[in-house]
């Protein structure tokens, strides 16, 4: 059974930074795209970013260019999010996933991805 469990989010003033992380078990990542996706409420979810099974490739919404970072370590079976300058906007539940297809492209489709994690609250302070 594939688990996903994120962690790292919280409350943060804006401008702030947080670090999210999501731990897998059940399937060895490094074989697969993996991305994070957020919820606001009220809203669809969203594409954050996304990076390649080998984290030679990523890709991100323009949105958060520059200021997000995605990267994997495939020895601890874990993908992060580093988020710097938040805002308030920013506020959602931030959700990892990883693709269905191994050795994939990165892609910014959330049919694409076939496990989800149960998602972490960041909340962005004014």
């Known amino acids: 059974q594939v688990q996903l469990v994120e962690s790292g989010g919280g409350l943060v003033q804006a401008g702030g930074s947080l670090r999210l992380s999501c731990a897998a078990s059940?399937?060895?990542?490094?074989?697969?795209?993996m991305g994070w996706f957020r919820q606001a409420p009220g809203q669809e979810r969203e594409f954050v970013a996304a990076i390649s099974w080998n984290g030679r490739t990523t890709g991100y919404t323009d949105s958060v260019k520059g200021r997000f970072t995605i990267s994997r370590d495939n020895a601890k079976n874990t993908v992060y999010l580093q988020m710097n300058g938040l805002k308030p906007e920013e506020t959602a539940v931030y959700y990892c996933?990883?693709?269905?297809?191994?050795?994939?492209?990165?892609?910014?489709?959330?049919?694409?991805?076939?496990?989800w994690g149960q998602g972490t609250q960041v909340t962005v302070s004014s």
């Open positions: 059940g399937r060895p990542l490094m074989i697969y795209v």
């Open positions: 996933a990883s693709n269905r297809a191994a050795w994939g492209t990165i892609t910014r489709n959330e049919n694409d991805y076939e496990y």
